[in-house]
């Protein structure tokens, strides 16, 4: 396999080709949804018209993220039963926001996470800490997305320049800021629906295809898949490929399980989408569909991961310009050929549209509806001028996610976006749930825990391996490291999440204990609405 010529028997015309009719078909479906985007609530919350089931397929296609598709398949691939592990845990993630947050948010809430942490809170603080965690959050979720983007084209067309990975993604920045400035969360939603239909559609073919082949016999994919491996196949099936060699990885290990538990219930794009629904009975619905969903995909992904190892091997993975990301395109080059490659390979970059889409529209509405309408104008911005602030803000994060992007090209995506699920835990999880579950909490303890978990978090993953020093691979001479040939890190582990969020948690209860506030008067009219949905609607009128 040359690398100058792509992947051997890749058609980059054929998968341009493919690509472009889905931009197309999805630009228009964007057009005709913004035709309808007149109000602050259409543009931030679609008017909240979508039903529980649609909510559910899109908060799925928000979800199933290019480190769903590419990262896992890759990690399962290559590590084996440790790589299943993410599957696993965005997974039971699910089951924290079902419980604990989806509905609850819905009824207090109106457009962004800061509406529920400044309802008892003092408003100007407290949202301006919210829209700093909501884009700290977002942009870190961007990176991975991103790096997806060049890692996926550098497989298709053959392009092993950095600079022209680059171009592409710049191009792909710059559709998804298309889709956010045109249409709104409506058309962002129906991108996403369209897309998760694609993705588990195509994932099922595959996943067909794969067990087809070994006779519907799973054990006998798994056997493939150790023989194929040599040496080291058996340890394909165990604990321990990727993490428990040492104490320090096992440590890794927890840590990262935690953070990906706990991420989910604090990721504003996933809980923007709970406001696009008319009732609570909708949200819990569209949870329920999305678990579903998802549940059924990261089966696939078993599937297709282990398919992988089988059928193209990991040196032959490890080896392609999109590395780990490049398991489950090689796949589907070697069950379907150039056709079958164009079209996945189609399904993950409408996978990463979607979702950059979707973290911009929320990163931008958090700015403009906490920091613009609510700090800045002290409540009084007309929703016209909220709207136009929020379009700004989208060029402004597009174009600090296309920088991020070309810096994290070439990571592994399911890793990094293991690094957004820490910062969301720590920044945001411990203050929704002490807002909604806490008498006592104030604004001083949400202000000390947003803060608190953002700084500790950030601080532990710039001086974490995950930055700088990790060893040279002797096949590939390069460090894992996201930074080349420098070593400043400190902190041992790759995910802070084991010591960053027990931080937050702690932080919010020390800031709420040293302060003499008081507002327990409105948290009884919270409590009341979160469970009820009473007074919600006041909340949405404008």
Known sequence: MTLAAGV??????????????????????????????????????AGRAFTGPQNGVAIAGDYLSAASFLGIAGAIAVYGYDGFLYSIGFLVAWLIALLLVAELLRNTGKFTMGDVLAFRMKQRPVRAAAATSTLAVSFFYLLAQMAGAGGLVALLLGIESKAGQAAIIVIVGIIMIA??????????????IIKAALLIAGALAMTIWVLAMYGFNFSGLLQ??????????????????????????????????????????????????????????????????????????????????????????????????????SAAPLLALELGGPILLGLIA?????????????????????????????????????????????????????????????????????????????????????????????????????????????????????????????????KTGKSASMLQGVDFHWFPLDNPGIVSIPVAFFLGWLGTVLS?????EKYAEMEVRSLTGAGAEKAISH
């Open 8 to 45: 051997e028997g890749s058609s980059p015309a054929l998968n341009i080709t493919i690509f472009g009719l889905f931009v197309l078909v999805t630009l228009f479906v964007v057009f005709r949804a913004s035709r309808n985007t007149k109000t602050a609530s259409d543009y931030y919350a």
């Open 179 to 192: 889709y956010v400035l045109i249409g709104g969360m409506k058309g962002t939603t129906w991108v996403q």
């Open 224 to 325: 493939g898949a150790v023989d194929k491996a040599g040496k080291a196949g058996e340890a394909l099936l165990g604990p321990g490929n990727q993490y428990g060699k040492t104490g320090t990885t096992k440590l890794d290990f927890l840590s990262l399980g935690i953070a990906l538990v706990l991420g989910t219930a604090g990721l504003p794009h996933v809980l923007m989408r709970f406001y696009t629904v008319p009732t609570a009975k909708e949200a819990r619905r569209s949870v329920v569909w999305a678990i579903a969903l998802i549940g059924i995909f990261y089966l696939f992904t078993l599937v297709l991961g282990y398919g992988a190892g089988a059928l193209v091997g990991s040196d032959k993975i490890k080896a392609a310009p999109g590395g780990v990301n």
């Open 346 to 474: 189609a399904i993950a970059f409408a996978t990463i549209l979607a979702v950059v889409a979707g973290l911009t529209i929320t990163a931008s509405a958090s700015f403009a509806h906490d920091v613009y309408a609510n700090v800045i104008k002290k409540g009084k911005a007309s929703p016209a001028s909220e709207v136009k602030v929020a379009r700004i803000t989208a060029l402004v994060i597009g174009a600090v996610a296309i920088l991020g992007g070309i810096l994290a090209n070439g990571q592994n995506i399911a890793f990094l976006v293991a690094l957004a699920f820490a910062v969301a835990a720590s920044a945001n999880l411990p203050t929704i749930l002490y807002s909604l579950f806490w008498k006592r909490f104030n604004t001083q303890g949400a202000l000390w825990s947003i803060y608190g978990g953002l700084a500790v978090c950030v601080l532990l993953i710039v001086f974490s391996p995950a930055v700088s020093g990790k060893p040279v691979d002797a």
């Open 516 to 520: 003499k506030e008081h507002n327990q």
